[in-house]
């Protein structure tokens, strides 16, 4: 649940942006990689916004090669990662709710959809 033990309606929002994260980048908190102080939140978060294309799971790219698909899969991927890592920041006050989440999550969908 982040830096505290309580269970709370926070920790919860920052497991799911740890799973958002896991499930983007193919990383897991627990990977050798994030041994000296780099976090999975942290990897993530230095990747926004030009890098992100750099640390998805390459199995999340389109083989849509065009320039236009590619900048919306861009913009669709940015969007979640930046997701993943506001519900994951350190500080619970700074979270988004899930009602938020939920709300964004449907934004993002549709394009993403659209590239399906």
Do not use: W
Not at 16 to 42: Q, V
Not at 53 to 75: C, F, H, K, Y
Not at 83 to 103: F, I, N, Q, Y
Request: hydrophobic fraction near 40%.
């Amino acid at each position: 649940y982040g830096m505290g033990v309580k269970v709370s309606l926070q920790g919860d929002v920052y497991s799911y942006g740890i799973l958002l994260l896991e499930m983007f980048t193919r990383k897991r908190p627990t990977d050798d990689m994030f041994l000296n102080g780099l976090s999975l939140h942290n990897y993530a978060e230095m990747a926004l916004p030009n890098q992100v294309m750099d640390i998805v799971d390459p199995m999340m790219l389109s083989d849509d090669n065009t320039s236009n698909g590619r900048a919306s899969l861009q913009e669709c991927l940015v969007s979640i990662i930046t997701l993943g890592v506001l519900c994951s920041s350190d500080t619970p006050a700074e979270r988004k709710t899930m009602s938020e989440v939920v709300s964004e999550l449907h934004q993002i969908k549709k394009p993403f959809q659209d590239l399906r």
